[in-house]
């Protein structure tokens, strides 16, 4: 039986949260969704601290990003994604399919943007917009979203700033002067809701650009979602039974206060991090840009990560998630947001030190 979901998301549901998908469906064209809509838009950011305005669309977060990028990026567009892993990869290659010049700062697993060389790019070429991903799930990577945001609004035409944060917000404050023009994240996450909607947090300042860009867009269209929040409503029929768990979610952040959320959340990525290390396994990033929310562990010499995996799950319940790309069978990867706390990290520490010296190194 799976005890302890430790993948980067989907992330383990709160009874509150359980208990409030199995609500009864409701009009959404009626006064009672009305409300929660525009209550769950409003402590979406009582939680983040953002002022930007949310619109909650139900797709996954590959969808938020779409949305992002078709609603601010125009055909022939120059775009500088800042690629830190495979979810830096697919932002970019989201740009490309919706026509911009897409061009990649790639840089190595387990390292976070250099902002040096952003800096560096910046003054070598105009761009008109810049894809980052704050907690590159695939590596454990939390880059900097306030200093490069930073760097683009020294520039004399600051491109538009577009963050990936589906696997950070929530968790993670974001702090920028200025604040991104677009941030994205994910219901799955941080949120304790299960996987489907995606919120999008969209700045005053980007509106006009968006209002004017001829790209193709219906689902996703942010000028609709905005009109027909105006009133309350959403443009499409939405997810229902994912609002009712959102909600409850918010909830139970703000009962513990969005600070203290977040506190806990440094406090046991650093203590799992640790515990890791005493077992005498190396963490990909360097600890000043390791995340609050996924760690990645490079496997021991003679550790195959599919027996790793198969006797966390038999013995212990434990569900973890490999590396992707060139990180498969290198890396496992732990997902920690959301509704954990000390115990699970702990067991999670017993559960992999167990397997680590009696089962996974003979199973090669």
């Not at 139900?58 to 990028?69: Q, R």
């Not at 890396?331 to 000390?342: A, K, P, Q, S």
Request: net charge neutral; hydrophobic share 40%.
């Amino acid at each position: 039986m799976l005890r302890e979901l430790r993948v980067p998301g989907p992330t383990p549901l709160p009874p509150q949260v359980q208990e409030a998908l199995a609500r009864p469906m409701i009009n959404h064209r009626g006064r009672e969704f009305r409300e929660l809509h525009q209550q769950v838009r409003a402590k979406l950011q009582q939680v983040t601290g953002l002022p930007h305005e949310v619109f909650l669309l139900t797709a996954s977060g590959t969808g938020g990003l779409e949305a992002a990028i078709c609603n601010c990026i125009r055909p022939g567009d120059r775009v500088l994604a800042l690629v830190t892993g495979h979810f830096g990869q697919r932002f970019a290659a989201i740009a490309r399919r919706y026509g911009a010049l897409v061009e990649c700062l790639r840089f190595p697993p387990g390292q976070a943007v250099d902002q040096a060389a952003v800096s560096l790019e910046l003054d070598r070429a105009h761009y008109d917009a810049v894809l980052l991903t704050h907690c590159e799930t695939s590596t454990g990577v939390l880059n900097d979203v306030g200093a490069i945001s930073r760097l683009i609004a020294a520039r004399p035409k600051p491109p538009a700033l577009l963050v990936d944060a589906v696997s950070s917000l929530g968790a993670v404050r974001i702090e920028a002067d200025p604040l991104p023009d677009i941030i994205v994240t994910a219901s799955q996450k941080a949120w304790m809701t299960p996987p489907g909607l995606s919120m999008v947090f969209v700045s005053s300042e980007i509106w006009p650009r968006i209002e004017a860009n001829p790209s193709p867009r219906y689902y996703l269209d942010l000028v609709a979602a905005r009109r027909y929040g105006e009133r309350g409503e959403t443009p499409w029929t939405p997810a229902l039974p994912l609002i009712y768990g959102l909600d409850a979610a918010l909830d139970l952040i703000l009962a513990e206060g969005s600070t203290a959320f977040c506190d806990r959340h440094q406090r046991l990525a650093r203590r799992l991090r640790a515990g890791l290390r005493s077992l005498g396994l190396v963490i990909l990033p360097a600890e000043k840009d390791a995340s609050p929310t996924v760690t990645a562990a490079w496997l021991p010499q003679g550790v195959q990560y599919d027996a790793f995996a198969a006797e966390l799950r038999e013995r212990f319940g434990v569900e973890l998630a490999g590396g992707q790309d060139e990180l498969k069978n290198r890396i496992f990867r732990i997902g920690h947001m959301g509704h954990i706390y000390e115990e699970n990290v702990e067991y999670l520490l017993s559960a992999i030190g167990d397997v680590l010296h009696t089962g996974a190194r003979g199973k090669e």
